[in-house]
């Protein structure tokens, strides 16, 4: 048994509630007590045995771990999709493992993926930490993309005819080659089946621009008939208004980006705000549109006016949404496009506060506790509750003054996986402290 007990922290325990100064005590992998402190310092409370190790956290904030909500661990700073697929299987599942462990070290502690690039590298990664062989974050593994031909990464043509195995989306077409890429997807073990359900800024050329939704709704309907039986979620890359409905009608659990969902669209999601969440993944367009000269591109202005376009347009749904009592979560697309780097995920919350209007707190809240039920562990994960499993970190700062203070590396001191410290600083620094009172 492992004691640990987190004495004079000032914690943001995810529900929403106020900051409060509390003793929390761990034992193995949850936290078995809350203990609200009344300004005095505290040693280790009810519940810690007297052996406990005790971690001051005089000064600092103790908060739930973060939960990346459309994460792709395989997506490696993409200037182009045929780069990624020319990365060889056993260079990318080490790729991935790194961005994990990158995120997990920059507080992200649980991770739901969005979409594989190959089609067994999360579940890899997923597998190799839940056995003990790597530190990583909690993951839930996604499958590639599954898209109608023609559409958001059909990277394939004529003359290539890649295989399924180094495709960067799996093309399927008709309700029988849904299911079977979906089945094929439960084989290889994931947790999220991914569709792409629209089109998307890039893919005009195609016909399938982000006001085109490309797929059918019976092989919407044939994924989810796959995801149900088996206890799978079902994310939809999906911009265009008919896409949300469509999706929302079948089931759909998880809807990203959901840019131009009009009136009836939102008044679909808000009758199933129980059982759906939205990310709408700011991060790329943003970026972008505000730092793509900084990386070399020369775009047309109309480009950017176009960025600049969908991003009002999301921001305007996405308030809509917050207002009438959606889940919309931060995170996403990290590692998909080079002006939005792997690693600067936790840019995502400065933006839902800065471009989208969220309270600091409200945007804790959805990184946190809904991030905790995107898990589907939201009775046992993404809060600081008895009870609960022990995800945590120790901020030196206080993200409800600047949010910013999640992005820097050094000021994330400590994050702590089910009970373990996979990141202590505090303690190397405690370390230190004896090493030099020695001398
Ligand atoms: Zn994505």
Redesign the pocket.
């Known amino acids: 048994m492992t004691t640990i007990s987190m004495v004079n922290a000032r914690v943001i325990d995810g529900s929403g509630v106020d900051p409060f100064l509390a003793t929390i005590d761990i034992v193995d992998e949850r936290i078995v007590a809350v203990t609200r402190q009344d300004g005095a310092s505290a040693g280790p409370t009810r519940g810690a045995s007297a052996d406990a190790t005790v971690i001051d956290c005089t000064g600092r904030t103790v908060m739930p771990g973060l939960t990346e909500a ?1 994460c ?1 661990i395989s997506f490696n700073d993409i200037v182009s999709m045929e780069a990624v697929v020319a990365i060889q299987p056993e260079d990318h599942a080490l790729i991935s493992l790194a961005n994990a462990q990158m995120l997990m070290e920059r507080g992200f502690t649980s991770l739901y993926s ?2 594989a690039a190959k089609p067994r590298l999360d579940v890899a990664v997923r597998n190799a930490i839940a056995a003990g062989l790597f530190a990583g974050p909690r993951i839930r593994a996604a499958s590639q993309e599954i898209s109608p031909s023609g559409n958001l990464g059909d990277i394939d043509t004529n003359y290539l005819q890649l295989p399924r195995s180094l495709a960067f989306a799996i093309t399927a077409d008709g309700a029988d080659e849904f299911t079977k890429a979906a089945r094929l997807a439960a084989r290889d073990g994931v947790d999220n089946l991914k569709v792409n359900v629209s089109g998307d800024r890039d893919w005009g050329h195609m016909h399938a621009d982000d006001q085109t939704t490309v797929i059918a709704e019976e092989e919407v309907a044939a994924v989810v008939a796959v995801a149900r039986p088996r206890g799978l979620m079902v994310s939809a ?1 999906c911009t265009s208004s008919e896409g949300v409905k469509m999706c929302v009608r079948q089931g759909v659990q998880v809807i ?1 980006h959901a840019v131009h969902a009009d009136e009836e669209a939102r008044d679909m999601l808000e009758a199933a705000k129980d059982r759906v969440f939205v990310a709408p ?1 700011l991060g790329l367009p943003l970026t972008m549109l505000r730092e793509a000269a900084d990386y070399g591109f020369k775009w047309p202005a109309s480009r950017y006016a176009s960025l600049e376009q969908e991003l009002e347009t999301t921001r305007a749904c996405m308030r809509d949404l917050h207002k009438r009592g959606v889940r919309v979560l931060p995170g ?2 990290y590692g ?1 496009f080079v002006t939005n780097p792997m690693g600067t995920n936790a840019r995502d919350l400065e933006h839902f506060v800065d471009f989208v209007g969220f309270s600091p707190m409200e945007t804790l809240v959805a990184a946190t506790k809904h991030g905790g039920a995107l898990m589907q562990r939201g009775e046992d994960l993404g809060q600081i509750r008895e009870g609960y499993l022990a995800d945590l970190l120790i901020v030196d700062g206080d993200p409800l003054a600047d949010i910013r203070v999640l992005q820097d590396f050094d000021r994330i001191e400590a994050v702590m996986i089910g009970g373990r410290l996979v990141k202590d600083r505090l303690g190397e620094r405690r370390g230190v402290e004896r090493r030099e009172a020695a001398e």
């Open positions: 459309h792709h969005a979409a890359h990203y993944a996403g697309d998909a």
